[in-house]
């Protein structure tokens, strides 16, 4: 797998087009409708993981501190469908933490996960922050990330 690490104007469109056609793939035709691009990927990086033909099979976005948290955060984590269990999902959070501790090193990492991937994101060391929420009619909670 590929990875780059770029914000939001340097993606360049068809970069930006893979991103939004794989989240709408996942976020809004399996989970239900919602407004994903909520002005956030303005303020954030964006980290694609691309195969060997250049296609975008994993992506997530470290948004910049006090843009939803006071602290730096994690979001849109998904890998396509048809790489599911493969392992590419935590070889994407294990990427993204790398990331994001070189970019605000020292700093503590939020993310808002489904609740039902707790056990998932805790194998990385987020640690729950709060009560369940929904949000978007998914149940959620708060974590987090605190560098070692």
Known sequence: MHWSWQR???LGVHALYDILALRCRVFILEQGAYLDPDGADLQAWHLQGRDAAGVLQAYLRGVDPGVKYSEPSIGRVITAPELRRSGLGRELMHEGLVRCARQWPG?????????????FYAGFGFV??????????IPHRQMLWRPT
């Open 8 to 10: 939001f104007d340097d």
């Open 107 to 119: 700093q503590a990492v939020r993310i808002s996960a489904q609740a039902r991937l707790n056990d």
């Open 128 to 137: 729950t922050q709060g009560e369940d929420y929904l949000e978007d009619g």
